[in-house]
């Protein structure tokens, strides 16, 4: 997801700033090269910056002050975080929140558009304490889901919230490939995905689905 919104970014011309703090620089160039996106060559002329730091090398007050530092010099149009997970063990519950509520006006302020991106504890289902403390203050919640589909694990995404939109609420399949992410179709097979209690409807179930779908058309 964070290659794909700084691809989006560096496609657009735009100047893209991310902070690693799970990976080297290195391994972020050889996973972008994998999906064909030549994060170097953009290193190289400037349009791309990534700062790459260990959580537990300083603390949350000082990783915000690098971190402004960086975008008031660097001054991104796109500014990707990965991820707040990260950084979450390294700080208190209060100071972790006051680290968000500090980053997100600022970036706001600036016209610039971020990217935060956090990890549940759970492979399927459950919350995170991080989505406890962005939600309110994010424009925008895209979440990732694993599914389960006949033994076999899939990946699902949807658009939780987006304000002043009226966005998809389909929960739709994604693939990852040597060319990127692909959006695919909804799954209308499966209940539960949000919960991680999956349950597979039956062909009647999914008939009615069907049928109320094309009624709301």
């Not at 939600?135 to 599914?147: E, G, K, M, N």
């Not at 939109?165 to 695919?184: L, P, Q, T, V, Y």
Request: a negative charge; charged letters at 25%; one cysteine or more.
């Amino acid at each position: 997801m964070t290659t794909e919104f700084i691809a989006g970014g560096l496609k657009e011309g735009e100047r893209c700033l991310m902070f690693a703090f799970e990976e080297s620089a290195e391994q972020l160039f050889r996973n972008a090269a994998g999906w064909g996106v030549d994060f170097v060559k953009a290193v190289r002329e400037g349009q791309l910056m990534i700062a790459c730091a260990y959580p537990e090398t300083a603390g949350l007050e000082d990783h915000l002050v690098s971190m402004k530092q960086t975008i008031e010099e660097f001054k991104p149009d796109r500014v990707a975080v990965d991820s707040l997970s990260a950084l979450e063990r390294v700080g208190t519950f209060k100071g972790f929140r006051e680290f968000v509520i500090a980053l997100t006006p600022f970036l706001k302020h600036r016209e610039t558009v971020g990217l935060f991106t956090s990890t549940t504890p759970h492979l399927r289902g459950g919350t995170s304490t991080t989505e406890a403390h962005i939600s309110t203050i994010t424009d925008s919640i895209i979440l990732l889901r694993y599914v389960e589909m006949y033994g076999e694990m899939r990946r699902g995404v949807t658009v939780l919230k987006m304000r002043r939109s009226m966005h998809d609420k389909d929960i739709r399949e994604f693939k990852i490939d040597g060319a990127g992410m692909h959006m695919g179709d909804p799954f209308r097979s499966v209940a539960g995905i949000l919960s991680g209690q999956t349950r597979h409807l039956t062909p009647n179930e999914v008939g009615r689905i069907d049928a109320l779908f094309r009624d709301d058309e």
